[in-house]
């Protein structure tokens, strides 16, 4: 566990530290000054001022932060006398409206580029740790092997040797895509394109409910002989198709929860991803060092893209709600809401935010002695 804790620590920074870094970057190249740039939440462990900014190292690895607004100002801004948050906030914002370096007087491109930037960045992670991958494991093409007695494909009339196109109007070009869109399918049909001999042809089947696995399945399997090894120029095209697919997944899972198909079970924290890497590192250490590597970008792959989509989410206090409030801005003809409002939104989300993580973490605990 303490190896799977170490991998955690590493993959928790390269994720934080890029998307804040993304932040910093843009906000930097834009004239916008950046207070503080904190790895972890909660009371601070170790800091360097390097400029403006102090660089700060804290107690919980549970986000990061890329602060704009100058934090003593809130403490400051009322001399003393307990303010709300709102208040606090008008104060600071009337201290700041001659700055030019502050972020709320920036230019509503240079902070929607600023804000954009951290989620822009977790991408260009996922794509860079997915060409690797796809460089040492090569990628598996989404050609049929076998397929399986009284399924929906030996129905359709599906062989071995035929290649999967396209499902659903979406180009395949992964087997895993395959088995995504059947592992998310309840029943609906799916309009199948594939090629045999050089020949396009098309059919619809439904998958078959398994009730032993209380899942759908297409009736097909992938073999290992299907897998191409990518050469130069093909790392960049495959890695970018891995990256569709990690893509596709995050939105599929979300799709899956908003159609009610998810419990808490299936949502996971920073205590959760620690037992996701554990069991990684379990299931690849018996093949060599090289292998647990290559398991370990795969992970870091999907979990850079997937904090890289849900911090666009336009929910109050992420990324995705301060975008939503710059869109507001742009439609309101560049009225900004007023900073009290702002702070109140901004804390109202946070603060769902945070009673969301208490109750995934602990949940998460609990797993570990189920």
């Given at each position: 566990m303490?190896v799977?804790?170490?991998?955690?620590?590493?993959?928790?920074?390269?994720?934080?530290?890029?998307h804040?870094?993304?932040?910093?970057?843009?906000?930097?190249?834009?004239?916008?000054?950046?207070?503080?740039?904190?790895?972890?939440?909660?009371?601070?462990?170790?800091?360097?001022?390097?400029?403006?900014t102090?660089?700060c190292?804290?107690?919980?690895?549970?986000?990061?932060?890329?602060?704009?607004?100058?934090?003593d100002g809130?403490?400051?801004?009322?001399?003393?006398?307990?303010?709300s948050?709102?208040?606090?906030?008008?104060?600071m914002?009337?201290?700041?409206?001659?700055?030019?370096?502050?972020?709320?007087?920036?230019?509503?491109?240079?902070?929607f580029?600023?804000?954009?930037?951290?989620?822009?960045?977790?991408?260009l992670?996922?794509l860079?740790?997915?060409?690797?991958?796809?460089a040492?494991?090569?990628?598996?093409?989404?050609?049929?092997?076998?397929?399986?007695?009284?399924?929906?494909?030996?129905?359709?009339?599906?062989?071995?040797?035929?290649?999967?196109?396209?499902?659903n109007?979406?180009?395949?070009?992964?087997f895993?895509?395959?088995?995504?869109?059947?592992a998310?399918?309840?029943?609906e049909?799916m309009?199948v394109?594939?090629?045999?001999?050089?020949?396009?042809?098309e059919?619809?089947?439904?998958?078959?409910y398994?009730?032993?696995?209380?899942?759908?399945?297409?009736g097909?399997?992938s073999?290992?002989?299907?897998?191409?090894?990518?050469?130069?120029?093909?790392?960049?095209?495959?890695?970018?198709?891995?990256?569709?697919y990690?893509?596709?997944?995050?939105?599929?899972?979300?799709?899956?929860?908003?159609?009610?198909h998810?419990?808490?079970?299936?949502?996971?924290?920073?205590?959760?991803?620690?037992?996701?890497?554990?069991?990684?590192?379990?299931?690849?250490?018996?093949?060599g060092?090289?292998s647990?590597?290559?398991?370990?970008l795969?992970?870091?792959?999907?979990?850079s893209?997937?904090?890289?989509?849900?911090?666009?989410?336009p929910?109050p206090?992420?990324?995705?709600?301060?975008?939503?409030?710059?869109?507001?801005?742009?439609?309101?003809?560049?009225?900004?809401?007023?900073?009290?409002?702002?702070?109140?939104?901004?804390?109202?989300?946070?603060?769902?935010l945070?009673?969301?993580?208490?109750?995934?973490?602990?949940?998460?605990?609990?797993?570990?002695?189920?």
């Open positions: 303490i799977s804790i170490i991998f955690f620590f590493i993959i928790f920074s390269i994720l934080v530290i890029g804040e870094f993304g932040h910093f970057m843009v906000a930097t190249r834009s004239g916008i000054r950046v207070y503080e740039f904190d790895v972890g939440m909660g009371p601070k462990l170790w800091s360097k001022r390097k400029g403006e102090d660089f190292i804290r107690a919980f690895p549970f986000g990061g932060a890329c602060i704009f607004e100058d934090p809130l403490d400051d801004a009322d001399d003393g006398e307990k303010q948050l709102g208040e606090q906030m008008n104060a914002a009337k201290a700041q409206e001659g700055d030019v370096h502050a972020f709320r007087n920036a230019s509503i491109g240079a902070r580029a600023t804000v954009l930037a951290g989620p822009v960045m977790n991408f992670i996922g860079v740790f997915a060409m690797i991958t796809v040492f494991t090569g990628s598996d093409l989404p050609v049929v092997a076998k397929v399986m007695p009284g399924y929906a494909a030996e129905e359709a009339g599906l062989e071995a040797g035929d290649t999967i196109t396209k499902i109007g979406h180009s395949i070009h992964l895993r895509e395959i088995s995504l869109y059947a998310v399918n309840y029943g049909s309009d394109v594939y090629e045999r001999d050089g020949q396009s042809h059919v619809t089947l439904t998958p078959t398994n009730s032993d696995e209380d899942r759908y399945y297409i097909i399997y073999s290992s002989k299907n897998t191409l090894e990518c050469n130069a120029l093909q790392v960049f095209q495959y890695g970018w198709y891995e990256t569709q990690w893509f596709r997944v995050t939105f599929e899972s979300l799709g899956l929860i908003f159609r009610g998810f419990t808490l079970d299936d949502i996971s924290g920073p205590v959760g991803v620690v037992k996701v890497v554990d069991d990684t590192y379990q299931s690849s250490k018996s093949y060092a090289s647990v590597l290559l398991s370990m795969s992970l870091t792959t999907l979990l893209i997937n904090l890289g989509v849900m911090n666009l989410l929910i206090a992420l990324d995705g709600g301060r975008l939503l409030l710059i869109i507001i801005e742009l439609l309101r003809g560049g009225r900004k809401l007023s900073p009290e409002k702002e702070g109140y939104v901004t804390l109202a989300g946070a603060m769902a945070i009673a969301l993580m208490v109750v995934v973490m602990f949940n998460d605990v609990a797993k570990f002695f189920r």
